[in-house]
Nanobody
Framework: QVQLVESGGGLVQPGGSLRLSCAAS????????GNWYRQAPGKLRELVAR???????NYADSVKGRFTISRDNAKNTVYLQMNSLKPEDTAVYYC?????????????WGQGTQVTVSS
């Protein structure tokens, strides 16, 4: 069984930074890919950033140049470094990862962490 624990959310002023973490534990061989989504009140969940098994990254236009997704394979953790935060970045952020275990690839979601950007 696999567990995902997100951390790092909170309240930050515009222009500030936060780093979100998504740590996987349990019966894990490796993290294959990682995605960060966010959902603001009254809006659909949107993909913010992704990192592939090969390490390639992609970002939503709204966060390019400000957010960086990365992974630490030794710690089975995916990160989202968020800089120059804006009020419109306020949302619940969810990690979504593909984990290889016992010869199969399964998709898992984190519980979500609130990010609030406000002065």
């Amino acid at each position: 069984q696999v567990q995902l624990v997100e951390s790092g959310g909170g309240l930050v002023q515009p222009g500030g930074s936060l780093r979100l973490s998504c740590a996987a534990s349990g019966s894990i061989f490796s993290i294959n890919y990682g995605n960060w989504y966010r959902q603001a009140p009254g809006k659909l969940r949107e993909l913010v950033a992704r990192i592939t098994s090969g390490g390639s990254t992609n970002y939503a236009d709204s966060v390019k140049g400000r957010f960086t997704i990365s992974r630490d394979n030794a710690k089975n953790t995916v990160y989202l470094q968020m800089n120059s935060l804006k009020p419109e970045d306020t949302a619940v952020y969810y990690c979504n990862v593909g984990i290889t275990s016992a010869g199969r690839l399964d998709n898992y979601w984190g519980q979500g962490t609130q990010v609030t950007v406000s002065s």
